[in-house]
Nanobody, 122 residues
Framework: QLQLAESGGGLVQSGGSLRLSCAAS????????IGWFRQAPGKEREGVGC????????KYADSVKGRFTISRENAKNTVYLQMNNLKPEDTGIYYC???????????????WGQGTQVTVSA
């Protein structure tokens, strides 16, 4: 069964950048679309974006369009989330999941990682 592990989170000032990684093990990640989600304290987990299994198609939430970019290196079984111009409202725990890159529905993804904390200070 595919297992995912997120890394790369941290504390950054508003306007800064971070790159998160989602490493897959236990199977071939190139058979699955990968989605990035985030969860702020007291809020529901929300979709940030996703990438198809070949990397040819991506989808983003309106709140991150133009600032976040998802890419993947299937040879390394890794998907990346490049986050630029970060804002305090981007703060949360970021998770990656395997599934279908369609409408960024949480129910379309499974095999969640443990998450990585991103904190953006004002």
């Amino acid at each position: 069964q595919l297992q995912l592990a997120e890394s790369g989170g941290g504390l950054v000032q508003s306007g800064g950048s971070l790159r998160l990684s989602c490493a897959a093990s236990g199977g071939r990640s190139d058979v699955a679309s990968i989605g990035w989600f985030r969860q702020a304290p007291g809020k529901e987990r929300e979709g940030v974006g996703c990438i198809s299994n070949t990397g040819s198609r991506t989808k983003y939430a309106d709140s991150v369009k133009g600032r976040f970019t998802i890419s993947r290196e299937n040879a390394k079984n890794t998907v990346y989330l490049q986050m630029n111009n970060l804002k305090p409202e981007d703060t949360g725990i970021y998770y990656c999941g395997a599934g279908l890159c369609q409408g960024l529905r949480r129910s379309d993804f499974t095999s969640w990682g443990q998450g990585t904390q991103v904190t953006v200070s004002a």
